[in-house]
């Protein structure tokens, strides 16, 4: 099947600074990525699709400003938390729907990251 | 509004059967699918209905009912590895495929 790899798995910082995800289709070109933010025992929060070469839409309550998102190519999306606090700590998880999946809408989810804001 | 309601958490013993059901209300509807998540895990994709009826697929199946609004996953010969949150999930928007997510249903399986 296909393969989306998300890095880092596991992130601590100091509140204040940012932190960088990166999510990689491997094997398949991505026309939409989804980011989605998932706190413990609760489901998953869709935070913002991204659209290849366009501006991410962002879901209401979620500021764009501290969650930047950058899709610069089919394979590979990034999300970064700015200045992280504690009440950003989470399990972020992107997923790609392959460019010729379009009529089954299914998604492929990246292993997740955990970042923990100290 | 829209919403999907699943039930929190279910028991169930190995080797039985277990039905896990998912209601909804979307505007318009292009799909629901089923997901399997083990704890600190991301979810996996186990199923995708369109149409009504069921779909099976190994151990697991997967009913859909539109005029109804539900759905149900059922799992056969329940084994330990099965203990999971399995999240149930309709695209209720537009061909861009954004999800609506119930809050899933924490299966315990028990020998």
């Known amino acids: 099947g296909a393969v989306v790899s998300q890095h880092p798995s596991r992130v601590i910082c100091k509140s204040g600074t940012s932190v960088k995800i990166e999510c990689r289709s491997l094997?398949?070109?991505?026309?939409?990525m989804f980011w989605y933010r998932q706190f413990p025992k609760q489901s998953l929060m869709l935070m913002a699709t991204s659209n290849e070469g366009s501006k991410a839409t962002y879901e209401q309550g979620v500021e764009k400003d501290k969650f930047l998102i950058n899709h610069a190519s089919l394979t590979l999306s990034t999300l970064t938390v700015t200045s992280a606090h504690p009440e950003d700590s989470s399990f972020y998880i992107c997923s790609a729907r392959p460019k010729l999946a379009v009529n089954t809408g299914e998604l492929f989810f990246g292993e997740g990251s955990r970042l923990t804001v100290l | 509004g829209q919403n999907i309601d699943q039930p929190t958490e279910m028991t169930a013993t190995e080797g039985a059967i277990v039905q896990i059901n998912c209601t909804y209300q979307t505007s318009g509807f292009n799909g629901l699918f089923w997901y399997q998540q083990h704890a600190g895990e991301a979810p996996t994709f186990l199923s995708y209905?369109?149409l009504d009826g069921l779909e099976e697929k190994g151990r697991f199946s997967s009913f859909l009912s539109r005029s109804k609004g539900y759905s149900y996953l059922l799992l056969k010969e329940l084994q330990m590895k099965d203990s999971a949150s399995y999240l149930c999930?309709?695209?209720?928007?537009?061909?861009?495929?954004?999800?609506?997510w119930g809050a899933g249903t924490k299966l315990i399986i028990k020998p």
């Open positions: 209905n369109v």
């Open positions: 094997d398949f070109q991505a026309t939409t």
């Open positions: 999930a309709v695209n209720g928007r537009d061909s861009n495929y954004q999800l609506i």
